[in-house]
């Protein structure tokens, strides 16, 4: 079984802070892990993802993720929001083996204060 | 490259009538996914195909839907009775074999029973 918990439904920053998204994920084998973006009214679109290679992965905007297996963490970070951030954020996990499911998170929608 | 391609957009209906949603793929993708996305219970699978082949749809909720995929360009989901709890945005997408790779969603078809 697979799952990912993402704290906080939702996170504000002021423009030009630190973002900070939250997803923790659990596996039974070695997990692919992913960070989509929302905007409104459309549809997902990938950020970044993690395939077991370099454990700091670098997306799309800026945005980077860091998978730290000891704490089953894949946090979503950017050093300085834009107003062009404020959207859903969501992490996914998929297994290296057998049917591959991708599991969604519940989403984090990001606000950015001006 | 036209990405997902989903109709209608919008669909208003009144309780009891049939509902049809519409899919087409990205070309030369083999996996298939119907999300269903709402505020209390977040983005859910619905079904996903493999080559035109379902391969997992226990997120469908119960047999008032039912899924195609009668070729690889085209997939309808069709809710029949449909019901207002039924009301969600129906989202798409498409991979290559999941896993590792990313899916490509559609703009999503936003559902209104009256």
């Known amino acids: 079984a697979q799952s990912v918990t993402q704290l906080g439904s939702h996170v504000s920053v002021s423009e030009g802070a630190l973002v900070l998204l939250r997803c923790n994920y659990s596996s039974s084998v070695p997990p692919y892990l992913f960070w989509y973006v929302q905007y409104p009214n459309q549809g997902l679109q990938l950020l970044l993802k993690y395939t077991s290679a370099a454990t700091l992965v670098k997306g799309i905007n800026g945005f980077e993720a860091e998978f730290k297996k000891s704490e089953t963490s894949f946090h979503l970070t950017k050093p300085s929001a834009h107003m062009s951030d404020a959207a859903e954020y969501f992490c996914?996990?998929?297994?290296?083996?057998?049917?591959?499911?991708?599991?969604f998170g519940t989403g984090t929608k990001l606000q950015v204060i001006p | 490259d036209a990405g997902v391609i989903q109709s209608p957009r919008h669909e208003v209906t009144e309780m009891g009538q049939e509902v049809t949603l519409r899919c087409k793929p990205i070309s030369g993708h083999n996996s298939l996914f119907w999300y269903r996305q709402t505020m209390m219970r977040g983005l859910e699978l619905l079904i996903y195909f493999n080559n035109n082949v379902p391969i997992d749809d226990s997120g469908m909720p119960e047999d008032r839907f039912s899924a195609k995929m009668p070729n690889a360009s085209f997939s309808t989901l069709k809710i029949q009775p449909s019901e207002p709890r039924d009301s969600a945005v129906y989202f798409c997408?498409?991979?290559?074999?999941?896993?590792?790779?990313?899916?490509?969603f559609g703009p999503g078809t936003r559902l209104t029973v009256l």
């Open positions: 996914a996990v998929s297994s290296s083996g057998g049917y591959q499911k991708v599991t």
């Open positions: 997408a498409s991979s290559l074999p999941p896993g590792v790779n990313e899916q490509f």
